[in-house]
């Protein structure tokens, strides 16, 4: 039987000049890297970051601390590189792109930093109140779903080893709870929590919203289920993390949102999780919920109450990654110690 990469990873840190499994989880990383990569020693030379943003109907039921109007503000505020992922991505030296997919009168272009790109995929704008309709129609939905696709493989072309997905937009962990809750079977107070900073009333409304939503729909299966109940990003996620199995390139999984993505993803074909390197465990109650569900829920490292979204986690995440890259092309092995050969 042939080894997979990861059995071929282990093998090789082994070698190295250290006790095994001295460097603890960086090893963990270097192994579902070689994994996700199907090569040793896994590479993080080019990472890129990609934003997907969007707007939801749901907001009129007051589910979110902040107005919809928030989402296009930070588009041109990621679009600056002035935004936290913003900074974060140029601290691992990525390159970003902010891409509109369903955010409310976003502008046809913007003026970036020139490792930043702005493109502007629009499908809607916005999503309808799942509370009362369907968020999108199927076509929508495929083609936000096409729209993620087309920005890894333009990524793929300027050479992308490994990619972070993540979104911004305002009141989207509703349909992040509604399609967790949704799939998993589990009761909306399991999936809710205070998303920007919700008091406990508005916690209440936005479980209420998420009831009524699932309620509402009877949608079966994962493409109708995000079309039911997701939102534009979401869906562009989603096709981000398939294309991104399709050629081997690692996908380093954000919070909550960027998790209900995965969920989907993964329902629609079970090899997306292979790519899958979850860098947080997000404050929101469903969120591990979903990582049990993947079977991911050892891994995440950055346990640290982070809830921002926009891919701030997994971009924070990027050093690690290089590093774990690291130790495998550039540590000696014992036998070159004990030998002296170079």
């Known amino acids: 039987m042939s080894k997979t990469y990861s059995e071929i990873a282990q093998h090789q840190l082994n070698a190295l000049a250290k006790p095994p499994g001295a460097l603890g989880q960086l090893e963990a990383i270097a192994l579902r890297?070689?994994?996700?990569?199907q090569k040793f020693p896994p590479t993080a030379h080019s990472p890129h970051v990609l934003i997907f943003a969007g707007d939801h109907g749901v907001t009129e039921e007051n589910i979110s601390a902040y107005p919809s109007e928030v989402t296009l503000a930070m588009i041109a505020t990621i679009s600056s590189g002035k935004s936290a992922v913003g900074v974060l991505a140029q601290q691992s030296a990525a390159q970003l792109r902010v891409?509109?997919?369903?955010?409310?009168?976003?502008?046809?272009?913007?003026h970036t930093p020139d490792w930043i790109k702005y493109i502007n995929a629009s499908v809607g704008q916005g999503t309808q109140n799942i509370c009362i309709r369907d968020?999108?129609?199927i076509e929508e939905t495929q083609r936000a779903i096409e729209v993620g696709r087309q920005m890894v493989r333009d990524s793929m072309n300027e050479g992308a080893d490994v990619v972070v997905i993540g979104e911004m937009g305002i009141g989207n962990t509703t349909p992040a709870a509604a399609i967790t809750s949704k799939i998993l079977g589990i009761d909306p107070s399991k999936s809710v929590g205070p998303g920007t900073g919700l008091n406990p009333e508005g916690v209440n409304r936005k479980i209420k919203a998420v009831q009524t939503a699932i309620e509402r729909?009877?949608?079966?299966?994962a493409l109708k289920i995000l079309a039911a109940l997701g939102g534009f990003e979401i869906a562009a996620m989603t096709g981000a993390m398939?294309?991104?199995a399709k050629w081997n390139i690692p996908?380093?999984?954000?919070?909550?949102?960027a998790s209900a993505a995965a969920l989907i993803a993964f329902h629609q074909n079970e090899a997306v999780?292979?790519?899958?390197?979850p860098a947080t465990c997000s404050a929101e109650p469903g969120h591990i919920e979903i990582l049990k569900h993947l079977k991911l829920n050892d891994k995440p490292l950055l346990n640290w109450g982070l809830r921002l979204g926009e891919g701030s986690a997994a971009t924070l995440f990027l050093?690690?990654?290089k590093s774990a890259c690291a130790i495998c092309s550039e540590m000696a092995t014992l036998e070159s110690v004990l030998t002296g050969a170079p």
């Open 217 to 221: 729909s009877n949608a079966t299966g």
């Open 99 to 110: 891409v509109n997919v369903g955010a409310k009168n976003a502008p046809p272009s913007l």
């Open 273 to 277: 999780s292979r790519v899958l390197i």
């Open 33 to 37: 890297l070689s994994e996700a990569q």
């Open 242 to 244: 398939q294309e991104s």
């Open 251 to 257: 996908v380093i999984l954000d919070g909550y949102i």
């Open 319 to 321: 050093p690690i990654v």
């Open 135 to 137: 968020a999108m129609t």
